[in-house]
């Protein structure tokens, strides 16, 4: 649920964003946000998912955490150098400030909900998550609408709401008591050669991500301008409904795939496949047939003609989750070596795909080359699972979902046989919860 409260405060605040900030503001604010996630992989070793991972099975918890705040704190370094050195191309120099403290506040809240979970402490981080969302979104609602400090009430809302997660994090789950004061006794050097082997390979993994997920914004910026990409940005924030609903699956499906025995792993991912599919294939056709309603209702002013980039979007995080779900399964296994080849794929069709479709189609032709990277790497990741694990997905049905995804698309933004769309809707989710029915009556 820690994840489902924080997308949803940021869903919620949308409106606020889009009356009190131009598309422009809206724009650098978004480019600082992937910039910062960048960077996080680059100068943390991606120690955050090894933290989780090690700290699930390592009796030595202390050790655990002591060699990720390590490496978190000395990779600071570098970037504030490179990030002074940036500073002097840019004329404000302040957004440089902003943007360590940001990244510094953002780190250090990755790192100990990473090991909140290793300590089987979920509920506690859920709560610190969701109180930390809350107080950004009440800041903002101060700084950005009370006092109009526009782009830099946002950034003091970001800082100080992380810092009060941090703060909680000592309080509520006394993560201090896991610090280990003396490094050199603390520290165990197989260990962490053993943590970094497994963090290391996911860095380029992340940085891939980043590819496919934020390169388009940076492409616009260049081709286009800051105001496309708050454009962009903010039609970027409906289909969040749909990683809302992936990351509550997620919080209890990743624990369970690595508590669960390797002989026993692949059919426990098909079986939780079938029904995962299902849902978030009903979610996707539903927000796209409601993109320009909630585009009405969430977009003010200038921002209103954002909704058509919906529904691109939404395909695209569709595929992005299924990757996301096919990928736990390597990571579970601890071959993220395929993660980082599967994923590099996806980047190389992006980096093909991306300054074209933006010459051609500006933000919509953006939207359609994020899609087709995520396409890329979902099918890569399906020809190695069927090599590896020997699992073995229909893909007469999911070539069906992808045609049906386009057709919707297609009839929303073009505003034609609206009722055809939604009858379709209607059907499938009866279908589908027919099909729920019918399953929970054979199981009886």
Not at 23 to 48: K, N, R
Not at 174 to 202: C, Q, V, W
Not at 373 to 387: E, G, P
Request: with cysteine; aromatic share 16%.
């Amino acid at each position: 649920m820690a994840n489902f409260a924080s997308r949803f405060l940021s869903f919620l605040i949308l409106p606020l964003y889009t009356y009190y900030l131009s598309t422009e503001e809206y724009g650098t604010l978004d480019l600082v946000s992937t910039t910062t996630q960048l960077a996080f992989p680059i100068f943390t070793l991606a120690i955050s998912d090894a933290v989780m991972r090690f700290g699930i099975s390592h009796k030595d918890k202390d050790k655990i955490l002591s060699i990720g705040f390590s490496i978190t704190i000395i990779g600071l370094i570098p970037l504030v150098l490179m990030s002074c050195f940036a500073g002097i191309f840019i004329e404000n120099f302040r957004v440089i400030l902003y943007f360590i403290i940001i990244y510094f506040v953002q780190a250090m809240n990755s790192l100990f909900s990473a090991f909140t979970k290793a300590i089987d402490k979920t509920k506690a981080m859920a709560t610190i998550t969701t109180l930390t969302s809350l107080a950004i979104l009440i800041l903002n609602v101060c700084f950005v609408a009370g006092f109009k400090w526009g782009v830099e009430g946002y950034w003091i809302s970001t800082i100080l709401g992380n810092l009060t997660g941090i703060i909680m994090y000592f309080l509520i789950c006394k993560i201090h008591r896991y610090f280990t004061l003396d490094l050199r006794n603390g520290i165990s050097k197989n260990l962490l050669l053993e943590m970094l082997a497994y963090s290391i390979p996911l860095i380029p993994n992340a940085l891939f991500w980043w590819i496919n997920s934020s390169l388009d914004r940076w492409t616009l910026t260049f081709f286009t301008s800051v105001s496309v990409v708050g454009l962009y940005s903010c039609a970027n924030k409906i289909p969040t409904i749909l990683s809302t609903v992936n990351s509550i699956f997620n919080q209890a499906w990743n624990l369970s795939l690595f508590q669960n025995e390797d002989s026993e792993r692949s059919n426990f991912f098909c079986n939780v496949y079938k029904y995962y599919s299902d849902i978030m294939f009903c979610c996707t056709i539903g927000i796209i047939w409601l993109s320009k309603v909630i585009g009405t209702y969430m977009f003010s002013n200038e921002f209103f003609s954002a909704w058509i980039f919906v529904p691109v979007l939404t395909i695209g995080v569709y595929y992005n989750s299924l990757n996301g779900f096919f990928g736990s399964l390597f990571t579970a296994s601890k071959k993220t070596k395929y993660i980082f080849t599967t994923t590099l794929t996806g980047s190389i069709v992006n980096l093909i795909f991306n300054i074209p479709l933006v010459l051609i189609g500006g933000a919509m032709g953006a939207a359609v080359a994020t899609l087709i990277s995520y396409l890329a790497v979902c099918v890569v990741r399906v020809a190695k699972m069927k090599k590896i694990f020997n699992i073995k997905l229909d893909l007469r049905i999911e070539l069906l979902r992808f045609i049906l995804l386009l057709v919707e698309s297609y009839l929303i933004l073009t505003e034609k046989l609206y009722w055809v769309v939604t009858l379709f809707v209607v059907i499938y989710c009866i279908l589908f919860l027919s099909k729920i029915l019918k399953n929970k009556k054979s199981r009886r």
